[in-house]
């Protein structure tokens, strides 16, 4: 089984389903070439966890069930409801509505009792036998809450009043007022630990409502230092809402792509962190009791359309994040294990996992097996069957007429092929490239043959550079023989001292040794090897810097002449008088 995995840092995840997981093939396709797709292994391989799990065209909402056994979600088109069982990996039924749903709520344990809210300002209650009733509101809806305490269900609509419709008694209720300058409400949620009411405007501001007394508490004004008002207006503001679970916390999405963290009980925000995309978020959640902290460290998943980012509450540190290539509509966590589900805008609702935030569910427990295999078995990178190629070099293959196609992919400053694509064309533009390179490894293989023959060993063993290598070498050496004489100079005035011959010449030699082990280490120098063996560095005598650099030269050995020649033999005098001096030495014994 093949998985489509990516680790910015240092926690997996894999996608199970959607896009790009796996080929996919429309039926008709599939039922006429099913023996061949017998031999094919990477259909073969691929992984449907959820048999049918996608719309026709997109999928708007995907919620799972309190009891965790189901999943309902809505899509289109034609606009319509699907419901998933877990025990049964596979679709249970379909049910088309009259209008694309906007948002809905689970209202029992499992999947039976739905409300739904339309793009056609109807709200829609259905049961297991299908539609129970429909009604209407005045204004177009936008989110929903439910509190179980008392069955009111709360309508987020364009306009400056939350509509309340109780379900235990049938009817709506007196709305709430935000406000005379209120044009709409984004977002709400209900604290679960208190059931303080939370509603996110247009006007970049929060207020907060006691449901008992049905009266605003606080209306908090959000920061919004980069982009002025820029975010406020139709679909701007506050774009999401989410308490967690202790009662006391809450994220807050704003539409310039910010998430913000409260403390009820202090109007400062403990964090600020910025999306990356400067879009909407559309969707906030919670994770709790991961598997890798046991300190119980709460993380937060942030997503707008483009990116699902999951992140530390504490500081912000990212811990991970998953990108699909179709825009994001809505993202649900399965509490207490690794899996995520992705309504987009794509065909296929993706699932991915995620192993150190949690196990998998006990209906697909197979993934944990999966996954561990994956992580011991190496995984070959997307790259490899590709070669990445400039404009130059598109062009002198002869594919230039390729741009703009989907056989030619632009990545950064050049472009991805197909290897069997680029090695062909490689082929048609030169014929003789393997005769070529034939020849050049025979070539270098003669060269590495003669350079072991042996050598005198007068003369130094470089490729190039030969003039610049003996003009050190002789330079080293008189340094070396300077550096002698002087050694020899101290060893006389130590013999005067009272230091017998014997020992003096034992230091000399040990000087000579010394210095001409220096001298043989200095020009074989590791560093500047390649400046003797490479083509690249050498210097070429004919050009005119080094001629100016250069003015006189013997014709000979190509040596620049040195005009203190006088010199030159006064110290070859000196090393022969000094050779002699030490022939002449008396020792005296006192």
């Known amino acids: 089984m093949v998985l489509k995995s990516t680790s910015s840092t240092n926690h997996t995840v894999y996608q199970i389903s959607g896009t790009n997981t796996s080929r996919s093939l429309p039926d008709w396709v599939a039922r006429k070439r099913r023996r061949d797709l017998k031999n094919d292994p990477e259909y073969a391989s691929r992984i449907e966890l959820i048999q049918d799990f996608e719309f026709s065209e997109a999928s708007n909402k995907i919620k799972v069930s309190a009891d965790g056994n189901y999943a309902m979600a809505t899509g289109t088109y034609k606009p319509q409801i699907h419901v998933y069982d877990f025990a049964e990996l596979s679709l249970k039924f379909e049910r088309h509505t009259d209008a694309e749903n906007v948002d809905f709520i689970i209202l029992s344990d499992d999947w039976t009792k739905s409300v739904h809210l339309q793009n056609d300002r109807s709200i829609e209650l259905h049961t297991q036998g299908g539609i129970h009733t429909r009604t209407r509101i005045p204004k177009f809806g936008r989110a929903l809450a439910y509190r179980y305490s008392n069955c009111d269900l709360y309508v987020g609509a364009s306009g400056n009043e939350i509509y309340r419709l109780n379900l235990d008694q049938g009817r709506f209720m007196s709305p709430l007022d935000l406000g005379p300058d209120i044009t709409g409400c984004n977002c709400l949620d209900i604290n679960p630990a208190h059931g303080l009411l939370a509603f996110g405007l247009e006007n970049n501001t929060v207020q907060f409502w006691d449901p008992r007394s049905r009266t605003k508490l606080l209306?908090?004004?959000?920061d919004n230092d980069d982009e002025g008002d820029?975010?406020?207006g139709i679909g701007g503001g506050i774009t999401a809402l989410k308490f967690k679970s202790d009662g006391l916390s809450l994220a807050v999405g704003t539409s310039a792509g910010q998430t913000v963290l409260y403390d009820l009980r202090s109007p400062n925000p403990?964090?600020?962190k910025e999306q990356g995309y400067g879009l909407p978020i559309n969707s906030l959640t919670w994770i709790e009791g991961t598997r890798d902290d046991a300190d119980g460290t709460a993380r937060v998943l942030s997503a707008d359309k483009r990116i699902a980012k999951i992140w530390d509450a504490e500081g912000g540190k990212p811990y991970t994040?998953?990108?699909?290539?179709?825009?994001?509509?809505?993202v649900t966590h399965i509490p207490d294990t690794g899996i995520f589900f992705l309504a987009n805008e794509g065909m296929p609702m993706h699932t991915y996992f995620i192993p150190s935030l949690g196990p998998a569910p006990s209906w697909c427990s197979f993934i944990e097996n999966v996954t561990e295999e994956l992580e011991e078995a190496p995984v070959s990178t997307v790259y490899d069957n590709y070669k990445f190629v400039t404009r130059k070099e598109l062009a002198a293959l002869g594919l230039g007429h390729l741009l703009g196609t989907n056989v030619v992919r632009s990545y950064m400053?050049?472009?991805?092929?197909d290897i069997r694509l680029y090695e062909q064309a490689k082929l048609i533009s030169n014929p003789f490239a393997y005769q070529e390179h034939r020849e050049r490894e025979i070539r270098k293989k003669i060269a590495k043959e003669r350079e072991?023959?042996?050598?005198?060993?007068?003369k130094l063993a470089v490729k190039i550079n030969k003039n610049l290598a003996e003009k050190l070498a002789k330079s080293e050496e008189k340094k070396a023989k300077k550096e002698i004489r002087e050694a020899r100079i101290k060893a006389r005035a130590k013999a005067a001292a009272g230091v017998e011959e014997d020992d003096l010449k034992g230091e000399a030699k040990t000087g000579d040794i010394a210095q001409a082990s220096g001298t043989k280490s200095s020009l074989l120098d590791e560093r500047f090897k390649t400046v003797f063996e490479d083509p690249e560095f050498e210097v070429d005598e004919n050009t005119v810097e080094f001629q100016q650099l250069n003015p006189t030269r013997s014709t000979k050995t190509g040596e620049a002449v040195s005009r203190a020649k006088p010199d030159s033999d006064e110290e070859e005098f000196d090393d022969d008088d000094d050779d002699d001096e030490d022939d002449d030495v008396v020792v005296v014994d006192y």
């Open 230 to 232: 820029s975010n406020s």
């Open 413 to 417: 400053h050049g472009y991805f092929i």
């Open 219 to 222: 209306q908090m004004q959000m």
């Open 321 to 330: 994040s998953f990108e699909p290539s179709v825009d994001i509509n809505d």
């Open 270 to 272: 403990l964090l600020k």
């Open 452 to 458: 072991s023959r042996i050598r005198t060993s007068s």
